[in-house]
């Protein structure tokens, strides 16, 4: 069962910007450490960026300099802004949140920390 709920995908011609948002419906946890995953297809899911409670964040190569995380900790939700898309960056992508911890997951984008998941928001870049 899902405890988060990502928004904001959809399809996108490369080049362009999508805002994906993650909320948490029926929650009120004070979430230490936020992140957001993708998965194509056949393949693994994979951290692309996490921030920490005190605003520390980590990104995969693949998305440094074009995705941006951030947090609303006044509504609890958290952002991930993604400019400059291309077509490789087309997969599902999932948010994901843990009270506890952050700092293993900054240092390696890892998933193992997280307890707390989204059911995912398809985001398909053409070129």
């Known amino acids: 069962q899902a405890q988060l709920e990502e928004t904001g995908g959809g399809s996108v011609q490369a080049g362009g910007s999508l805002r994906l948002s993650c909320t948490a419906p029926?929650?009120?946890?004070?979430?230490?450490?936020m992140g957001w995953f993708r998965q194509v297809a056949g393949n693994q899911r994979v951290g692309i960026a996490v921030?920490?409670?005190?605003?520390?964040?980590s990104y995969a190569d693949s998305v440094k300099g074009r995705f941006a995380i951030s947090k609303d900790n006044a509504k609890n939700i958290f952002y991930l802004q993604m400019n400059s898309l291309q077509p490789e960056d087309t997969a599902m992508y999932y948010c994901?949140?843990?009270?506890?911890?952050?700092?293993?997951?900054?240092?390696?984008?890892?998933?193992?920390?997280?307890?707390?998941w989204g059911r995912g928001t398809q985001v398909t870049v053409s070129s």
């Open positions: 994901a949140a843990n009270p506890f911890t952050c700092l293993d997951s900054i240092e390696t984008l890892a998933s193992r920390n997280f307890g707390y």
């Open positions: 029926g929650y009120t946890i004070n979430w230490t450490c």
């Open positions: 921030i920490a409670n005190d605003g520390t964040t």
